[in-house]
């Protein structure tokens, strides 16, 4: 499904802040794996969700999408094919805009120059009933009233309204409080599964990223160091993750907000 | 003042105010929406009033309008290429265009700096025909710029409800989210300036036929005056649906032109108009960026004066 050959990828090349942030990285996702990632600060797990969703520019290698190279793809062409989440709930909405606006923009139904119909705001109010924060009866409120949990629930919902062939999360929950994030992550593993979602999920809490998907990647320093999944992964412990980190990069994992439990 | 004169005095204001409307609803799009500083919107404005011209003296008053509208979008055409494709700053972008503009608009007229409309037919010639003997006779040129208003009003309204005006707006607030919704944020600036610039090239092709003349110096300071009218507006309209944010752009024009004019009357000299209207935009600014860093100021000053007690 997803191919990323051989990527590498460099910031400020030429200068002396110059920097490796992926070093030859080769991974493959077959349909419907749902990994997550886990890495120290600077480990590369963002410029590699970057790099397949065409924010970051590659500097050798390609990205194979669904049998085509998209390498040379504009990120707009390549988000009819990648949903992506980030970390700041602001990033994925229009905030001036109302909730039946934003969603209509990610739903692209009808023509260019049709408003928004009275069928399709029906469609949109069962989607939004689906995530179970009330929404559904706030069509017309500006976004940028929404809470930061809501928010996220509402792009999650935009990028899945046309279900991807790949959903790229980055710590989407991170901002969020805890009974929040647990929401927002609810919402996430019942969208996954409902459309069969092919996933990729940074994120920082090890107990997530043994608890959520079929496999798990460590990544450091540009590089994927750890690939566990099936049986292998289902015996891993967090403690287990942190020793497997030692061993691979030669020290401790040192990230400021790691959360090794909940 | 007898009450023939404060009437010819707000019909003055209310004509001037409904021509310049158009340009404030241009920069409601392009400056509220798109969330662009379309500076170019001098050069524009006299772009439209000297195509339109030209094209009306050639003896088409309706095909003027038209290719006033056509002239205006081709300079948006060309001032959106520059920020989206050639990596030029949207600001510069309009600057260049507006200096630019100024060679292309004396081109246009010939090389005069002046043209007489006092002999051509002209959209307002014949309207006042088409009303001749109606009890909207002596009124038509307050029907051709209201017509004008209210159908530019109703096109923002109507096109911003769009998918594609949906966009425009998404634009303005958040390029990231229009990428993730599959749509090139170039695009919807490029189709959203084009637009813009066809009313503000629309209304300097009004004013000069309404004022029988144009002059190469027609929009100097325009962009100014309409943002000030859209600031206006946005006071007595600040939220709420677009057709009435839209309606408060031709509201805060006539009301501006309406303050213009009493103060002409008390004696302020004409040339005053566009310190007037930059110290209207400075303060519609300054004031609710004040609101905002107010209560820090506070309390600096509160601890200065608790640690001289």
């Known amino acids: 499904m997803l191919y990323v050959n051989d990527v590498s990828v460099t910031f400020n090349r030429g200068t002396p802040d110059c920097a490796l942030a992926l070093d030859r990285v080769t991974l493959h996702l077959p349909a419907g794996d749902f990994v997550t990632v886990i890495g120290s600060n600077g480990a590369g797990k963002s410029t590699l969700l970057n790099v397949i969703c065409g924010t970051a520019e590659p500097d050798s290698g390609t990205i194979v999408l669904a049998g085509s190279d998209i390498t040379a793809v504009p990120p707009h062409v390549r988000a009819?094919?990648?949903?992506?989440?980030?970390?700041?709930?602001?990033?994925?909405?229009?905030?001036?805009?109302?909730?039946?606006?934003?969603?209509?923009?990610?739903?692209?139904?009808?023509?260019w120059f049709s408003a928004i119909r009275r069928q399709d705001r029906e469609l949109f109010r069962e989607r939004l009933s689906r995530l179970g924060m009330g929404l559904e009866d706030r069509l017309r409120s500006p976004v940028g009233s929404l809470s930061g949990g809501q928010r996220q629930a509402l792009t999650l919902m935009m990028a899945t309204f046309n279900p991807?062939?790949?959903l790229l999360l980055d710590e989407h929950t991170a901002a969020l409080d805890p009974a929040t994030a647990e929401k927002v992550l609810d919402i996430t593993r019942r969208m996954i599964s409902e459309n069969s979602l092919t996933c990729l999920m940074i994120t920082h809490n090890m107990r997530d990223a043994l608890d959520l998907g079929n496999r798990t990647i460590m990544m450091d320093r540009g590089r994927v160091i750890y690939d566990a999944a099936g049986d292998e992964r289902a015996s891993l412990t967090v403690a287990d993750l942190t020793e497997r980190f030692r061993e691979a990069a030669g020290r401790e994992m040192a990230v400021d907000r790691i959360m090794l439990e909940r | 003042?007898?009450?023939?004169?404060?009437?010819?005095?707000?019909?003055?204001?209310?004509?001037?105010?409904?021509?310049?409307?158009?340009?404030?609803?241009?920069?409601?799009?392009?400056?509220?929406?798109?969330?662009v500083c379309d500076l170019s919107t001098d050069g524009c404005f006299t772009l439209g009033a000297a195509v339109g011209a030209v094209v009306a003296l050639s003896g088409h008053p309706w095909l003027s309008v038209l290719a006033a509208m056509g002239a205006g979008m081709a300079s948006g055409l060309v001032t959106a290429l520059l920020q989206t494709k050639m990596g030029v700053d949207s600001l510069l972008s309009g600057i260049i265009v507006n200096t630019g503009l100024y060679s292309v608009n004396m081109a246009v007229m010939g090389g005069a700096s002046l043209l007489n409309l006092n002999r051509c037919e002209t959209v307002f010639t014949r309207c006042r025909a088409f009303l001749e003997g109606s009890f909207l006779g002596g009124q038509y040129k307050l029907v051709v710029l209201t017509a004008a208003a209210c159908l530019t009003v109703l096109f923002m309204s109507l096109f911003l409800r769009t998918r594609l005006g949906m966009a425009v707006r998404a634009t303005g607030n958040n390029p990231d989210m229009v990428r993730s919704s599959s749509i090139d944020p170039s695009a919807t600036t490029i189709i959203g300036l084009c637009i813009a610039n066809s009313f503000t090239a629309l209304s300097g092709c009004l004013l000069s036929q309404m004022n029988r003349s144009v002059t190469v110096d027609i929009g100097s300071g325009v962009v100014t005056?309409?943002?000030?009218s859209l600031l206006i507006g946005g006071v007595f309209i600040p939220r709420g649906r677009i057709p009435w944010r839209a309606a408060g752009c031709v509201l805060g024009a006539v009301i501006f032109r309406i303050v213009y004019a009493v103060a002409l009357r008390f004696n302020m000299p004409a040339f005053m108009l566009k310190l007037i209207?930059?110290?209207?935009?400075?303060?519609?600014?300054?004031?609710p960026y004040l609101k905002t860093v107010y209560p820090s100021i506070r309390k600096r000053f509160s601890r200065r004066s608790g640690r001289q007690a």
Do not use: H
């Open chain 1, 80 to 111: 009819r094919q990648i949903g992506r989440l980030f970390q700041d709930p602001m990033k994925g909405t229009a905030p001036g805009m109302t909730i039946e606006e934003n969603m209509a923009l990610a739903a692209g139904l009808g023509g």
């Open chain 1, 164 to 166: 991807p062939k790949l």
């Open chain 2, 277 to 287: 209207s930059s110290v209207i935009v400075v303060l519609a600014i300054f004031l």
């Open chain 2, 1 to 35: 003042m007898n009450l023939s004169s404060v009437l010819t005095l707000l019909q003055t204001a209310l004509e001037n105010g409904l021509a310049l409307s158009v340009t404030v609803l241009a920069l409601f799009l392009s400056y509220k929406m798109l969330n």
């Open chain 2, 225 to 228: 005056i309409a943002l000030a």
